[in-house]
């Protein structure tokens, strides 16, 4: 499979740095939509805002439905202080001291947009001494200092700002030389751009897969309900293109890609898993498998919810998860590849 890895990452880099937290996802749905009609598939949205982008396969009766998310970690804003600056309500699950220093964006209502960092309340330890190093950091201790001449409520209030507003974390995207990818929000725009590739790769060859394929980007997958509804009707498989979780006492590594055999809500379909496996042995792709005792995917929410289809889960690795991340673009390679050897042999 000849698959162009420089586009592929650099469409990637253009997605990471589009600000997507959790229930603000309409930039980049606009982007995604622009990268499939760029590529002729046609592409529909559903009423709770996911983007279905399909492909019409040899057999018509059946569909397979594969999907990805596109929204991310982030924040909103919980309170306007009396000194002018900004606690928050976390969008997603991640650990306050990842995102200490971190610099973030204010999305007002009206569309204007302002700079900050997220700092401790007792930042400086010239000031509190070994405070700063002995105070926890929770939602309570940490505020965002806007890059604004603001000191009070009202000052704030005046550039527009209020309770529920939005808060991204800047990405720090970064592609090294030896083609590591080092970002935020790899979770899971690795996966999407996997997505992307592969309905690429099968447009730009001519090849219709055995079964009409949905493509199928969810907006809510952070907090549980991404692929909960809308799924269309007559999918008979389900695979979730998400991160894989390199770590210790972990299979996963940021070159393969691997296939999740089971995660917090249970095991993951038996035949398809074999299958997918054969595939990778098949193709000479570099795979692993792995279990997660702390994940949950878009099929897991969409077999809550009531769906009556087979699931499967697979992705890139993605080394340190929900905090500093970092893949490699083998793995995302690897991760196109069997998408395609799934959907064609």
Known sequence: MNINMKD????????????????????????????????QVPVRFTEKGALIATIEGR????????????????????????????????????????????????????????????????????????ETKSTERNLENMEIRLDERVSSKEDVEELGIQVGDFVSFDPRTMVTPSGFV??????????????????????????????????????????????????????????????AAPGEGQTSDEFSVTICAKDSTGPYDLEIRKRLVELCRKNEINYKVDIYPYYGSDASAALRS???????????????????????QDAIEETIKLGIAYLTE
Not at 106 to 114: C, F, K, L, S
Not at 190 to 212: E, Q
Not at 219 to 234: C, F, K, Q, T
């Open 8 to 39: 592929i990452i650099s469409r990637l880099e253009v997605l990471l740095k589009t600000p997507s937290p959790t229930g603000n996802t309409e930039k980049v749905n606009a982007y995604v939509r622009e990268l499939f009609e760029e590529i």
């Open 59 to 130: 057999d018509t009766n059946r569909s397979v439905t594969l999907s990805g998310h596109v929204d991310t970690l982030g924040a909103m804003v919980k309170e306007l202080k009396s000194n002018g600056r900004l606690k928050i309500s976390q969008l997603g699950g991640y650990v306050m001291d990842t995102v200490e220093g971190e610099h973030v964006v204010v999305e007002a209502m009206d569309g204007r947009t302002y700079t900050g960092t997220l700092v401790l309340t007792k930042a400086s330890s010239h000031v509190h001494g070994n």
């Open 182 to 243: 080092k970002s935020r929000h790899l979770d899971d725009k690795a996966g999407v751009i996997a997505l992307w590739g592969i309905a690429k790769y099968l447009r730009y060859n001519g090849i219709k897969p055995n079964y009409t394929t949905h493509f199928f980007i969810s907006n809510y997958e952070e907090v549980g309900h991404g692929a909960s509804a809308a799924i269309p009707e007559d999918t008979f498989e389900f695979i979730a293109i998400d991160m």
């Open 306 to 328: 009531g769906h009556d289809f087979r699931t499967g889960l697979i992705g890139p690795g993605v080394d340190a998860s929900h905090s500093f991340e970092r893949t490699h």
